[in-house]
């Protein structure tokens, strides 16, 4: 059974960073075709925010370009989210998901992320 497990967030100022980890187990780091972060705002629809596939290729949302860097460890099944530069609009529950070669995408619980002064 995999299971995602996500650490990180909180609340920092306007400018400041913070960093996002995303453990999958139950499954081989071969097996995973991308790992990467959607987010929700309140009252908003859920954005994709960035992922990182096997090889190491990324995609990140126009939003979070410059400022976010997705990064993933195989040997650790865990994937990393470098956030710079935050804003208050980056407020939001960040989730976590791994994309299995086949089956159901597999989300982590979520994590708050709050950038207020």
């Known amino acids: 059974q995999v299971q995602v497990a996500e650490s990180g967030g909180g609340l920092v100022q306007p400018g400041g960073s913070l960093s996002l980890s995303c453990e999958a187990s139950?499954?081989?780091?071969?097996?995973?075709?991308?790992m990467g972060w959607y987010r929700q705002a309140p009252g908003k629809q859920r954005e994709l925010v960035a992922y990182?596939?096997?090889?190491?290729?990324?995609h990140y949302a126009d939003s979070v370009k410059g400022r976010f860097t997705i990064s993933r460890d195989n040997a650790k099944n865990t994937a990393y989210l470098q956030m710079n530069s935050l804003k208050p609009e980056d407020t939001a529950v960040y989730y976590c998901?791994?994309?299995?070669?086949?089956?159901?995408?597999?989300w982590g619980q979520g994590t708050q992320v709050i950038v207020a002064a």
């Open positions: 990182v596939l096997g090889g190491g290729s990324t």
């Open positions: 998901y791994v994309d299995p070669e086949w089956g159901d995408t597999h």
């Open positions: 139950g499954i081989f780091s071969h097996n995973i075709n991308a």
